[in-house]
């Protein structure tokens, strides 16, 4: 079956960055907009970036400008670039996957999701 696997979360300081990779397995990639999900402990699940098949990218606004969303389609892998990092981006991120031409933000239209990685920015 699909499978979607995060790696790169991890601890660091205000002002840090990490880099994401989710890579993909038993899927029509390069088909699929991609994004990433983040849920902070006892908050909803909230979109945070998206970029489909023809690398359209879209952002929520509290990362505009500090996080970069990117695809590898020969490696099946989405990444996301996460730099002047704060504590309020603490939470567990999760990528997902949806067979969709344009850009989605809404979570219950995502087709598959990974298992999420921790990331925790301290100040």
């Known amino acids: 079956q699909v499978q979607l696997v995060e790696s790169g979360g991890g601890l660091v300081q205000a002002g840090g960055s990490l880099r994401l990779s989710c890579a993909a397995t038993?899927?029509?990639?390069?088909?699929?907009?991609m994004a990433w999900f983040r849920q902070a402990p006892g908050k909803e699940r909230e979109f945070v970036a998206t970029?489909?098949?023809?690398?359209?990218?879209d952002y929520t606004h509290s990362v505009k400008g500090r996080f970069t969303i990117s695809r590898d389609n020969a490696k099946n892998t989405v990444y996301l670039q996460m730099n002047s990092l704060k504590p309020e981006d603490t939470a567990v991120y999760y990528c997902?996957?949806?067979?969709?031409?344009?850009?989605?933000?809404?979570?219950?239209?995502?087709?598959?999701w990974g298992q999420g990685t921790q990331v925790t920015v301290s100040s």
């Open positions: 970029i489909n098949r023809y690398r359209v990218t």
């Open positions: 997902a996957a949806d067979y969709e031409i344009g850009l989605t933000y809404t979570a219950k239209e995502y087709d598959y």
């Open positions: 038993r899927l029509a990639f390069s088909n699929y907009a």
